[in-house]
């Protein structure tokens, strides 16, 4: 399992319109080969910014590296933000492995431990 | 819907010890009221440490403040990480609301969105 992060700092006062994107925009992410669940969070208010993130499960990196190769990926990617870019710098891309996992039972599994 | 996510910077080569420390731990977490699942995340190399991240998902943030203040989080804090310290630092806690949630088949639901 692997999820995928990427994270973005959002100018105060311009919340709405960021989540507004996201909420409005066209999914097809679940066509993906792999793809778990996407979570759009909202973070802590930094200095100058609140923190956002997307979170993408995927069921293994290997699924993710093939949808970043995917023409869907380009088309997805192509116009992102729209005309009017609403974070600060770039986006900040975080990618994890899940080492261990406890679901709702207290079920311990062990995925990908360090080799 | 909750995240709750502690960041740690881990000195390269003590990858191995860290986990460790996770995955041979009693884990009581399934037992609090609200909690859905946990994850230890590896996370990318960075300058000088590997990033791992612990990942814990809440019905609520509700019901993750109320475990913060319980008696358990007391206990399950006081001896964290043992007498060797493996990572670099203090942990960087960072809580995140979900905003907007893709499941599997597609379905979108916006679950917290700024007011």
Redesign the interface.
């Known amino acids: 399992?692997y999820?995928a992060m990427n994270r973005f700092k959002v100018a105060p006062g311009a919340?709405?319109d960021f989540?507004q994107v996201?909420?409005t925009r066209e999914?097809?992410?679940?066509?993906e080969p792999g793809?778990?669940?996407?979570?759009?969070?909202?973070?802590?208010t930094k200095d100058d910014h609140v923190?956002?993130?997307s979170?993408t499960v995927w069921r293994s990196f290997a699924d993710f590296e093939a949808w970043t190769k995917s023409e869907s990926f380009r088309k997805s990617h192509s116009g992102a933000g729209g005309s009017k870019k609403l974070y600060l710098g770039h986006p900040e891309f975080?990618?994890?492995?899940?080492?261990?996992?406890?679901?709702?039972?207290?079920t311990?599994s062990?995925l990908?431990?360090?080799e």
Do not use: C, T
């Open positions: 399992m999820i919340e709405k989540e996201w909420i999914v097809n992410l679940h066509k793809f778990v669940s996407f979570h759009l969070l909202r973070g802590p923190l956002y993130s979170h975080e990618g994890f492995e899940v080492v261990q996992e406890v679901g709702p039972d207290g311990k062990v990908a431990a360090a």
